[in-house]
């Protein structure tokens, strides 16, 4: 009998197919950290988990059980591979369940951005018929720079082509073919994009080379009124920068959806003018958290039963 943990709250339907499976066990303990964190992972095979919850080298000391731990999402940055990998445990996720809710996400907060959504409805429910205050801008014919082409990056470029704006891209591992495929333009260098874009937003990891990416350098380079958007990992963007690009009218408008340090409910750009801030929502769709659930679930059963890896 394999015995799974499910650490965070996950779809029905992954809980359907455990209900289902013959030869495993689970349990759902949600909300675990420290010592009951640690004794927990110590009585299962393996766990599911999304991102509240946090695998620390900590909770696996002493562990001798657990042989696997997958994240329902794409980004394992709340799981200490390392420490995971020296106990033997491998770390596996569902990178394509959660894309399109994202890309949808991300997209929404330019359009929102762009047209003073939240600030306008919160004027009319307060009372107030303003619609000089909330002049906006088209996006059609504006230029949209993507750094990361990654999946996500790839949608939102099919959804910014399809609304008629032209999109400048950057990745490393983005060749010319790609780029003329997809009907981006690509660029060499960030700062290169910088002056010529009217929106940007980063799809990329948190990683030594993303963190602080754009900061008070690269503003230095952008176009007056550019409007940023991050659905990625909080602290891609430079928080006092951006700030300092508000107040400057450096930058139009700032939308966040991921905050450096998950819960936050305090950030010096929470109810600044043009600023829109969702809860990390990207992925918070019915069709994502199914999709995430039911294949994450798969991939544990799959490796407790066969020992076969999958998006390790
Ligand atoms: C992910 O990494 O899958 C997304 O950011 C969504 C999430 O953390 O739940």
Redesign the pocket.
Known sequence: MHRILVLDDIAQEGIDILEAEANIEYEVRTGLSGEALRSALNEFDGAIL??GVKITAESLEGNTRMRALV?A???TDNIDKAASTRRGIVVMNTPAG?TVS?AEHAFALMLALSRNIPAASQSLVEGRWDRKKFMGKQVAGKTLGIVGMGRIGREIASRAIAFEMNVIAFDPFLTDEQAAAIGVNRVATVDEMLPQIDYLTVHTPLTPETKGLIGHAQLEKVKPGLRVVNAA?GGIYDINALVEGLNSGKLGGVALD?YEKEPCTDNPLFGMPNVVCTP?L???TEEAQTQ?AVEGIHLLIKYLKTGEIRHS
């Open positions: 999304r991102s994240r999402g794409v980004g959660n994202t990992r991921v990390h990207g992925a918070s995430v």
